[in-house]
């Protein structure tokens, strides 16, 4: 199955963006599912995580301003980003696993290392 996100752009501190992620053949099979984000010179930080049973876990620096949810068909994964902050700069992934499950940002991350399905990332900007 193919992973795909879409939705990345530039925009002003204190913008909004929504990502996109189709989750292609994983949407009813998935136990792992989240956004991960690298930036240039910085560590790859998980940053939203959607658990199994429909809660979530964020990463400390965008909570508040970044929701992360699933359509009623669950074939795509969103990412909500509000008042967008120069440091959210980055290229976003998308990863969705069907071995693992993960229930926290740091799972994500130790998932995606394990070979979970990723997709190509893309890329948001923020000016100050």
């Known amino acids: 199955g193919q992973v795909a996100e879409s939705g990345g752009g530039s925009v002003q501190t204190g913008g909004s963006l929504k990502l996109s992620c189709s989750l292609g053949?994983?949407?009813?099979?998935?136990?792992?599912m989240g956004w991960f984000r690298q930036a240039p010179g910085k560590e790859r930080e998980g940053v939203a995580i959607?658990?199994?049973?429909?809660?979530?876990d964020y990463a400390d620096s965008v909570k508040g301003r970044f929701t992360i949810s699933q359509d009623s068909a669950k074939a795509t994964l969103s990412l909500q980003m509000n008042s967008l902050e120069p440091e959210d700069t980055g290229m976003y992934y998308c990863?969705?696993?069907?071995?693992?499950?993960?229930?926290?940002?740091?799972?994500?991350?130790?998932?995606?290392?394990?070979?979970?399905?990723r997709g190509q990332g893309t890329q948001v900007s923020v000016s100050s």
């Open positions: 959607l658990r199994t049973d429909g809660s979530s």
């Open positions: 053949e994983y949407p009813t099979k998935a136990t792992c």
């Open positions: 990863a969705a696993d069907h071995v693992f499950e993960c229930t926290s940002v740091i799972g994500l991350l130790f998932v995606v290392d394990q070979g979970a399905p």
